[in-house]
């Protein structure tokens, strides 16, 4: 097992650099199987990545990793069905649902894996297969999705979900004629994918829009593309920098993509200074309480919740958090606690009481973002912290140790 130990309450100080998004990455590398060479730039270095590599090498892929730089030949790929154990590794092993019936016409995998923090089923990528003249079979965990034709359609989400319009618009780009994805996810990382493919050839027009019309083409070549900067990690160092930061530079950013969370920061008064590419954060005090409600782009992401709720707990007053997209998204709560936090829950909503001292303790991570808020509380903790199961970390936040000890972190990881 893999954990991280802190010493807290160290000042951070000097620039963090942000990597790729990894919620683009890891729609932008199963996509490269729609042409036969793509060359993505900018790869951030964690887990979800290699679960990726390794599917795209049993497929038969051949993959030339440069620094951040990743070249994927998928000339010679056969369509395998997706073992359990890979769809098992990581939720965006779906990915593979579009972009094999994007390439073959047919695509067999198992239900995906991914954090547990709800149910998060996959009924509106299938309905969007299906609108698109695909056949879906369907046994326990077990996929079977084949088309004889894929044929452009007219498809409106029920929910903007960021899976399923990555799903379909794979698909879609390969399809007889045009599709429209009305309601789609709006988030950057769609654009990111967007870009990828119209580099690719493919016919898209409504990029960070919520009508997104693809008009598909029969073949696809090589493309050329820069993964974004994950707006995730530059939010978590930002609170990190505003929990325990003198200066703290967080750079290589796009700071127009966070504006939802600098907005509420700047209403709580903490000490930010927002530059063009970059973020400077530093320890606030008498930060008032608010009240944050997730929603989709651009509103308060989700994956920024837990991270928040351990900047709240120093905040002066009741601020509540709702969280509306996933059902199981508190598991930190039971552990900031166990730190000295004081947070109830009540059904889709937090309240939290501060300001608390936090007071190092070995606590576990149930999933990614739960982990990100656990190495924020215990940064600003005294005394030492022990972060179980770290391997949720491992899959979001690249070189974390690394960039944590270059700003004064005391932290490290270890294999148990
Ligand atoms: N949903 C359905 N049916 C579907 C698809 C989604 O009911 O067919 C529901 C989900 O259960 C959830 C909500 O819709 O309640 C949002 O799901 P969405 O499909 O938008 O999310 P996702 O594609 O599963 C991606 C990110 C998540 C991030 C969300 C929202 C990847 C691999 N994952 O998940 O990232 O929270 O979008 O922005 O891109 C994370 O990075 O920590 C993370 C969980």
Redesign the pocket.
């Known amino acids: 097992m893999k954990q991280i130990r802190i010493l807290g309450n160290k000042i951070l100080k000097g620039e963090i650099k942000i990597s790729g998004a990894?919620?683009s990455a890891?729609?932008l590398i199963p996509a490269a199987i729609l042409s036969d060479e793509v060359v993505i730039e900018n790869v951030p270095n964690i887990s979800d990545v290699n679960a990726l590599d390794d599917i795209l090498n049993y497929l038969g892929a051949e993959i030339y990793k440069e620094n951040d730089k990743l070249t994927i030949n998928a000339k010679k790929i056969s369509n395998k069905p997706i073992t359990e154990e890979y769809s098992n590794m990581l939720?965006?092993s779906y990915y593979f649902m579009g972009a094999l019936l994007a390439r073959f016409k047919k695509a067999e995998m198992y239900f995906p894996g991914?954090?547990k923090?709800?149910?998060?089923?996959?009924?509106?990528?299938l309905m969007g297969f299906e609108k698109l003249g695909a056949e879906i079979k369907n046994d326990g965990d077990k996929y079977i999705i084949e088309a004889k034709k894929l044929i452009g359609a007219e498809i409106e989400l029920p929910?903007p979900?960021?899976?399923?319009t990555v799903n379909i618009l794979m698909a879609a780009s390969k399809a007889e004629g045009t599709t429209t994805i009305k309601n789609a996810?709006r988030?950057p990382?769609i654009g990111n994918l967007v870009d990828l493919l119209i580099n690719m050839g493919a016919k898209i027009e409504g990029k960070d829009t919520n009508t997104l019309t693809i008009t598909g083409v029969s073949k696809l070549t090589g493309g050329v593309t820069k993964v974004i900067p994950d707006r995730?990690e530059a939010g978590t160092y930002i609170l990190a920098g505003v929990m325990n930061g003198d200066k703290l530079k967080v750079s290589n950013m796009e700071p127009k993509h966070l504006d939802s969370l600098l907005n509420i920061l700047k209403q709580m008064d903490a000490d930010i200074i927002i530059e063009e590419n970059s973020v400077i954060a530093s320890k606030s005090d008498n930060l008032k309480a608010i009240d944050v409600t997730t929603a989709v782009y651009p509103g308060f992401?989700?994956?920024l919740q837990q991270p928040l709720t351990s900047l709240l707990i120093m905040a002066h007053g009741n601020s509540h958090i709702k969280e509306t997209?996933?059902e199981n998204r508190f598991q930190n709560v039971k552990y900031l606690n166990e730190m000295g936090a004081n947070i109830e829950i009540n059904g889709d909503t937090i309240t939290i009481k501060g300001p608390s001292k936090l007071i190092g303790k070995v606590v576990t991570t149930s999933d990614?973002?739960a982990g990100a808020a656990l190495i924020l509380a215990a940064l600003h903790a005294e005394g030492e912290t022990t972060i179980k199961e770290v391997k949720y970390v491992l899959r979001?936040y690249g070189n974390i140790v690394k960039k944590l000890t270059n700003v004064g972190a005391q932290i490290c990881l270890e294999d148990v």
């Open positions: 990894k919620n890891v729609a939720r965006a991914g954090c923090i709800g149910a998060r089923p996959i009924d509106i990528h929910f979900s960021v899976g399923a996810a988030e990382e995730i992401p989700t994956d997209i996933y990614l973002r979001g």
